[in-house]
């Protein structure tokens, strides 16, 4: 693939070199991956627009109440890596990150699970709102995978004040 890539000029040689082929592999290894192959249906790299209460956007419960009042919205714009029916049914939604962690947070994978969830979650959480309402039901599993980890790592708890009011 990377040779028809460089050779139909979609990418140069030297980008082509860059890519890491083992993480590639890993990923082709996943239980991800699998489910993936075996999916019903599969959404990849799709673009969102959605109108969404401003005062969601906030922590600040004055400013919130001040946006509810106003009625102000704010136009919530995404592209979802993955988003797939699996073979039983179930709807996940996967997001593909490439966060680097020092040698002492890979000593621990619990670190590095909270440090994906604590920096991912606020997107997950708008992202799997806006595909359940897509798709017309609520969306089953949510993840991270990790390419520097080469594993998912599943987000179930998302920040309190991006719920519904």
């Not at 806006?130 to 017309?136: D, V, Y």
Request: proline share 2%.
């Amino acid at each position: 693939e990377l040779d028809r890539l460089v050779s139909e000029r979609f990418i140069s040689d030297r980008a082509a070199r860059l890519v890491e082929l083992d993480k590639i592999g890993a990923f082709c290894k996943s239980e991800l991956f699998g489910r993936i192959r075996s999916a019903k249906r599969l959404f990849r790299e799709f673009r969102f627009n959605s109108s969404r209460p401003a005062s969601r956007f906030t922590a600040d419960p004055d400013l919130a109440r001040k946006l509810e009042e106003n009625g102000a919205d704010v136009i919530v714009q995404g592209v979802v890596d993955l988003l797939f029916e699996d073979k039983d049914g179930r709807l996940v939604l996967a997001d593909y990150k490439t966060d680097r962690f020092t040698a002492a947070q890979k000593a621990d994978p619990k670190v590095c699970d909270e440090i994906l969830r604590e920096r991912h979650s606020m997107q997950l959480a708008y992202y799997r709102e806006i595909c359940g309402e897509m798709m017309g039901r609520a969306i089953d599993e949510c993840f991270v995978y990790s390419t520097e980890l080469a594993r998912c790592v599943e987000i179930s708890e998302f920040p309190q004040y991006t719920t519904e009011r």
